[in-house]
Antibody, heavy 126, light 106 residues
Framework: QVQLQESGPGLVKPSETLSLTCSVSGGAISSDNHYWTWIRQPAGGGLEWIGYVYKSGSTNYSPSLRGRVTISLDTSRSQFSLRLTSVTAADTAVYFC??????????????????WGQGIPVTVSS | DIQVTQSPSSLSASVGGRITITCRASQSVNRYLNWYQQRSGRAPKLLIYAASKLHTGVPSRFSGSGSGTDFTLTISGLQPEDFATYYCQQSYSNSRSFGQGTKLEI
């Protein structure tokens, strides 16, 4: 049973860079068809998909955050990380890391988020 | 980008009742549509993937249907622990997206 755990500072100043790490245990971070994903949720709001990184290092990001976001993988530490630059109060949220699994059976293929970290609250404030 | 619209944003129901939540994608996502449940203060949990496949351990009172752009999540025989917020998510595009969520209240 894979487990994910977010870590990082809970307070970031405006215009600075938010950096979070997700530690993965109980499963190989370099497995095929696993996309290591960040999602965020402002207080009282909905889920916002941020992006993912694949074992090859290839990434995909939300168009609304592209240009400010970088997701990277450290297979030796079984961790992946999120960097979000030039933060503002609008980036205040609970940040979740999750595993996106690509799965095919005899009939069809699918992709879904099957494992999540507990989430880490981050506040952007001076 | 593929936009995903959920309705209603909230609804009230009773224990033992049945509810349906709708999710509409701005373009076809085939059957790449998933449903998640989020209880207050917790991380979301996968309920249904590929539009209609029940994730391991999810009770059979949950069901999903649809393909293309229109999807539904149905919960029959509501239990107290089902009162939570539900999200749909499309995974057809490399840039994933969630619906706005539906809060299910007693």
């Amino acid at each position: 049973q894979v487990q994910l755990q977010e870590s990082g500072p809970g307070l970031v100043k405006p215009s600075e860079t938010l950096s979070l790490t997700c530690s993965v245990s109980g499963g190989a971070i370099s497995s095929d068809n696993h996309y290591w994903t960040w999602i965020r949720q402002p207080a009282g709001g909905g889920l916002e998909w941020i992006g993912y990184v694949y074992k090859s290092g290839s990434t995909n990001y939300s168009p609304s955050l592209r240009g400010r976001v970088t997701i990277s993988l450290d297979t030796s530490r079984s961790q992946f990380s999120l960097r979000l630059t030039s933060v503002t109060a609008a980036d205040t949220a609970v940040y979740f890391c999750a595993r996106d699994v690509g799965h095919c059976d005899s009939v069809s293929c699918s992709d879904y988020l099957d494992s999540w970290g507990q989430g880490i609250p981050v506040t952007v404030s001076s | 980008d593929i936009q995903v619209t959920q309705s209603p944003s909230s609804l009230s129901a009773s224990v033992g009742g049945r509810i349906t939540i709708t999710c509409r994608a701005s373009q076809s996502v085939n059957r790449y549509l998933n449903w998640y449940q989020q209880r207050s203060g917790r991380a979301p949990k996968l309920l249904i993937y590929a539009a209609s496949k029940l994730h391991t351990g999810v009770p059979s009172r949950f069901s999903g249907s649809g393909s293309g752009t229109d999807f539904t999540l149905t919960i029959s025989g509501l239990q107290p622990e089902d009162f939570a917020t539900y999200y749909c998510q499309q995974s057809y595009s490399n840039s994933r997206s969630f619906g706005q969520g539906t809060k299910l209240e007693i």
